[in-house]
C-alpha cells in the first residue's frame, strides 16, 4: 500500500517529519523517501528500506536535510518523493493509490506533448511520475488535482510540497484516510492518525473525500469542497491499520475487539444465524489465540464475549526478522512467516485452540501455522478469520502482491468447482454465506488446510464491527461490489 506524512512550521521541521514518516512503516516495505524545502531550496532523500528500517537508513540525512516544510513516504512500489519542475513551477509530490488504467493516461500525456517518461525495473512507469504529469496538463496546481482525480481510475491521494506550503488531495472516493495535526507554530498531513500524536501535534481535521487543502505553517486553506459519495477501504480496519489509529472516528483497536466480540456470539448462536449454534455446541476450545500482530485484538475481543480464556500459543520473535511479506518472493516471505513464530508448548500440548487471524489470502501460511501447532502436540484448531472469503483482488490500494485472483484460496476452489469462465451471478453466490456454495467452498477450504472448523466472519458483521455507514465502506474484495 503505502504511507504518506507532510509537515510545513515555523520553525525547522525535518525532525518530526523523519519521526512522523518512520511511524508508517508498517504500511510499506520497499522504499522511503523525505523531501524538504528550505533556504538551499529542495532537498531529497530515498533508500531502499527492505532489508533495514526507515530510521536506520535516513540517520545521516536528518543531519544534512534542512527547512520549514517537507513531505515523506513509505513505499511498496515505484521511489518517490519526486522533485518536479514545470509550468506550474517546483514542487515535490509523494502519492499512495493503485491506477488501473495507466497505458490509456500514457498515451494521452505523449499526446498532450509530454516527451518521455523514466522506466523502471520490469518496463514500468512510476505512478507518482504519472500522476505529477496528468496534473501539470491543467493551468494551476488545484485544476490539476482535481483532473487528476477525473482521470485516474482506481485510487490517488497526494501531497504536493511547494514553497507555499503542502497541497493535500484525498483520492476522490477518500479510500484512504488525509489526517491534519496542529500543534503550536505547525500543522502536519498524515495517513495515520497516530503518526503525530508524540510530536506534539493533536487532531485539527479529516480531509472528506476528493477534498483538497493548502496547508501551512499559519493554517489550512480549503481549496476544494469534499465529494458526498465516499468508499473508505474496510480492510484498514481487519488489517492495515496500526491499532492506535482512528479512520472515520472509528478506532482500529476498538474495532477489532467489537470484530472478535461479534465471531464469538455467531460461535455461540447468538445472532440468528441458521446452522451457527450448531457449531459452538460441537467446538469446546481450551483457549483462544491471535495470529500475531492483527489477529490479537480479534482475539482478545473473542476471548471477552465468550469467557475462553485468551492464550498466547506462540510469540513473534521480532529482533532480528523483517516482517513476513518484505521480500518479493512468495517462498521466502512463507519461510520468514514461519521462522518468526516461536512455539509455546506447555500451552499448545494437548489443547484445543481456537485461532483468529485477520484473513486468509492464499491458505500457505495460516496452514503451515496449523500444521506447527499440530507437530507441537495440539490436539484441535479452529480457525476464525476477522474478514469474510477473500473472492476478488484489490483494484485500488496494492494491499494485496497477488499477480492474479487465482493466487487467493476461493478462487482456486470456485475455477476448479465451476470452471475458467464464472458469471458475475455465480461469484455473487459464493460470496452469500447462506448459499450453498459458500458453505462447500469453506468446507473445501477447511480441508485442504486441515482445521478442525472454519467459520469466517459475516460481511454485514463486519460493517456493523466497523460502524459507520455501508455505503460509504469499499467492500469490493468481498463483494465485488464497487
Known amino acids: 500500500m503505502g504511507g504518506f506524512f507532510g509537515v510545513t512550521s515555523k520553525e525547522d521541521c525535518v525532525m518530526d517529519l523523519f519521526f512522523g514518516t ?5 504500511l510499506g516495505t520497499r522504499r522511503g523517501g523525505m523531501a524538504v524545502y528550505g533556504s538551499k531550496g529542495f532537498q531529497r532523500s530515498i533508500h531502499n528500506i527492505e532489508n533495514s528500517p526507515f530510521r536506520t537508513k535516513f540517520e545521516r540525512d536528518v543531519e544534512e536535510l534542512e527547512g520549514r516544510s517537507g513531505i515523506g513516504s513509505i513505499s511498496d512500489n515505484e521511489p518517490q518523493p519526486l522533485l518536479i519542475q514545470s509550468h506550474l513551477g517546483s514542487f515535490a509530490i509523494v502519492t499512495v493509490g493503485k491506477i488501473n488504467n495507466e497505458e490509456e493516461l500514457i498515451h494521452q500525456a505523449y499526446e498532450n506533448g509530454h516527451i518521455h517518461f523514466m522506466e523502471m525495473s ?26 487528476a482525480q477525473e482521470m485516474i481510475k482506481g485510487s490517488m491521494t497526494i501531497l504536493l510540497l511547494t514553497p507555499e506550503g503542502i497541497y493535500a488531495s484525498r483520492d ?8 491534519i495535526g496542529r500543534k503550536d507554530n505547525a500543522f502536519c498531513v498524515s495517513f495515520e492518525s497516530f503518526a503525530y500524536i508524540n510530536l506534539g501535534y493533536h487532531d485539527y481535521s479529516e480531509l472528506g473525500p476528493g477534498e483538497i487543502v ?4 499559519n493554517g489550512v486553506q480549503s481549496l476544494s469542497k469534499p465529494r458526498n459519495e465516499m468508499k473508505i477501504c474496510s480492510f484498514l480496519w481487519v488489517y492495515y491499520g496500526y491499532p492506535t489509529s482512528s479512520y472515520e472516528g472509528v478506532n482500529v483497536e476498538d474495532m477489532r475487539y467489537r470484530c472478535g466480540r461479534i465471531l464469538a456470539q455467531r460461535d455461540m448462536g447468538c445472532r440468528g444465524c441458521s446452522g451457527c449454534s450448531s457449531v459452538g455446541k460441537d467446538i469446546h476450545p481450551d483457549v483462544v489465540a491471535g495470529v500475531p500482530d492483527s489477529g490479537i485484538a480479534h482475539a482478545i475481543g473473542y476471548a471477552n464475549e465468550s469467557g475462553i480464556p485468551f492464550a498466547r500459543p506462540f510469540i513473534k520473535y ?4 523483517p516482517r513476513s511479506f518484505m521480500p518479493q518472493n512468495q517462498s521466502q516471505r512463507n519461510l520468514i512467516a514461519k521462522m518468526k513464530l516461536i512455539p509455546v508448548n506447555a500451552l499448545i500440548q494437548g489443547k484445543s485452540l481456537l485461532l483468529i487471524d485477520d484473513s486468509i489470502v492464499r491458505g500457505t501460511q495460516l496452514g ?18 476477522a474478514c469474510p472469503p477473500l473472492l476478488f483482488g484489490c483494484k485500488y490500494l496494492n494491499f494485496s502482491r497477488s499477480n492474479s485472483e487465482l493466487d487467493l484460496i476461493t478462487r482456486r476452489i470456485i475455477r476448479e468447482r465451476e470452471g475458467d469462465n464464472v458469471s458475475d451471478e455465480v461469484l455473487a453466490d459464493y460470496a452469500n454465506p447462506d448459499s450453498q ?20 466472519h459475516r460481511l454485514d458483521d463486519l ?4 460502524g459507520i455507514s455501508p455505503d460509504k465502506l469499499c467492500t469490493y474484495c468481498w463483494n465485488g461490489k464497487e
Request: hydrophobic letters at 35%; aromatic letters at 10%.
Open 463 to 466: 460493517i456493523e464491527s466497523i
Open 122 to 147: 520490469g518496463g514500468r512507469i512510476n505512478a507518482t511520475e504519472l500522476t505529477a504529469s496528468i496534473i501539470n496538463q491543467k493551468q494551476s496546481l488545484v485544476e490539476g488535482l482535481l483532473y
Open 368 to 385: 503451515e501455522t496449523t500444521e506447527f501447532l499440530y507437530e507441537s502436540g495440539a490436539k484441535e484448531v479452529h480457525i476464525r478469520p
Open 172 to 179: 476522490r472516493y477518500g479510500r484512504t484516510p488525509v489526517m
Open 437 to 456: 456454495n459458500y458453505q462447500e467452498m469453506i468446507e473445501e477450504i477447511r480441508r485442504r488446510l486441515n482445521f478442525t472448523s472454519l467459520k469466517y
Open 318 to 321: 521480532t529482533p532480528t526478522w
Open 214 to 217: 493548502l496547508v501551512s505553517a
Open 22 to 26: 518512520d511511524y508508517h512503516s508498517h
